[in-house]
């Protein structure tokens, strides 16, 4: 598939195979997507933490008898979903906790199990250290961390890795962000989990491209919604019923369906309008009740009927 990237790592992580089979944001602060209800900061409580990741084979590592400055240890009650989970810290206390600088599918969506299931792999009934960066908690009360194995394995990391887990950027919480980066680059250059082209079932037939998003509308993004589009190209050399297509941002909340029906011909050209209007044969509207791209930065997925990842175009 196409790769556009909007940032390369800086940091090169290979990792050692794991001892278990798994089996198979901030809300944007110049624009857009502000409705996202992914982590969003609430408060701060100390600066952001230089951590390494470390590979490991170990599955049950000996609890660990320092901690670096400001981290945790917490116990692994319970594993909610990809990128959430439940731990017993500070002397008894149960609270939520979402993994920072990471975004896993949304339940029903394709591998949204499969993620679940994988960091089930590494967590369940695991001692771990919690790491803040900046962030304390997010509007929801859950607590913001990178985690670790006791062993140093660096979990956000291994879930982008494997192919789990897309990286994502909440911004303050920033500090890991080119190792994620990074991890993402591997895992899709080498076509894993997500970035498989089957990972969802049979891919579809077809060479549409991603070959313009203009995130950043003239004026107040939510004031000017058909100032943001998306331009869609069809380099096949047939035309494609989109019926069943997808085009969506990185947060769990914005989605769009392609009309029924609505064909793409061949070397021919579809803008999608985030506001409100009339379809046509090269122009479909969103009608978003809200910006929808975030202007810093953000990805278009274009999403086959398997649910597959058929093209991406990140800034």
Known sequence: ???????????????LPLAVLIVVVPIALFGGDEDDLESVATSTTAAPTETTAIATTSTNPAPSTSLPDGAEAAVVVSVTDGD????????GSDDPLRLVGINTPESGECFGLESTVALESLLSGQTVVMVSDVSDRDQFGRLLRYVYLTDSTFVNEVMVRQGYALAREYPPDTGQADLLASAQQQAEAERLGLWSPDACGPPADANLVITHV??????????????????????????????????????????YRFPDQFTISEDSVVSVYTGCGSDAT??????????VWNNPGDTAFLLDPSGNIHDRFGW
């Open 1 to 15: 598939m196409p790769n556009r990237s909007r940032r390369l790592g800086r940091r090169v992580v290979t990792f």
């Open 84 to 91: 959430t989970i439940r731990v017993d810290h500070a002397g």
């Open 214 to 255: 203009e995130a950043d509308a003239p004026g107040d993004d939510h004031d000017n919604l058909n100032g943001e589009w998306v331009e869609i190209t069809n380099q096949g050399s047939s035309s494609t019923d989109l019926t069943g297509w997808i085009l969506k941002d990185e947060s769990a909340t914005h989605r």
């Open 282 to 291: 090269t122009t479909l509207y969103w009608c978003s009740p809200g910006a």
